[in-house]
């Protein structure tokens, strides 16, 4: 089945923005769109208020943090969710491999469905929480979104980055704030502060704002 039969009239058309951050993989973002306008809605993993915002709040966003990704990369998205930003990303950039990390069984059904329905080859489904992988595996880039505080967070995403790689939060408007209050539990994990990379300032408003941690 191609990815665009999956739509649903209740998902937000793709505005110009996405295609032009999309491309080629429009018809597979949009068919996760329409995902997470039923599916995930009806699961309770969305709000419904975000359903009309899906596209210049959560699509294109989290689709922008891949120009922060290398080629070829392994990504690691802790606290997936609905898959955001990770399925996105894996979108966006088939050249990644994605692990979505999520503890919750109730999401990583609706991920491992939406994973097969969108044909992605890309994507793993790990059901767990960001400590079980320690010492076990690690990542090119380690990625999440509201997941929690970057104190705590950094604690369970640095020992998920291989020496070299990044870790890289999707932050608010209040990231500074955050960066400052957890500037010794990212010494502590080995990381560097690279600063914060504001993206899609000319695409969505307000832009991006990733907090991007090198790891020694």
């Known amino acids: 089945m191609k990815p665009d039969e999956h739509r649903s009239p209740d998902a937000p058309s793709a505005p110009d923005v996405a295609r032009r951050v999309f491309s080629d993989a429009l018809p597979v973002a949009a068919a996760y769109a329409s995902l997470l306008a039923l599916d995930a809605t009806v699961r309770g993993l969305i709000g419904p208020r975000e359903v009309p915002r899906l596209w210049d709040r959560h699509l294109v966003n989290c689709a ?5 990704v290398p080629p070829s990369a392994s990504v690691c998205d802790i606290g997936s969710g609905a898959g955001l930003p990770g399925l996105v990303m894996a979108i966006r950039r088939p050249d990644l491999s994605v692990t979505l990390v999520e503890p919750l069984l109730r999401r990583t059904a609706f991920l491992d469905e939406a994973v097969a329905r969108l044909g992605l080859h890309n994507v ?4 767990a929480r960001a400590e079980a992988l320690h010492g076990e595996r690690e ?3 380690v990625t999440s979104r509201a997941v929690a505080p970057l104190d705590r967070l950094s604690g369970w995403s640095l020992p998920l980055v291989r020496s070299g790689g990044a870790f890289l939060a999707m932050k608010g408007s209040s990231v500074q704030a955050e960066l400052d209050s957890a500037t010794q539990a990212i010494s502590a994990g080995r990381g560097i502060i690279d600063g914060v990379v504001v993206l899609g300032a000319d695409l969505v408003d307000p832009p991006v704002r990733v907090v991007r941690v090198v790891k020694e």
């Open 124 to 127: 793993d489904v790990v059901r």
């Open 139 to 141: 990542f090119d880039v």
């Open 64 to 68: 922008l943090v891949t120009d922060l």
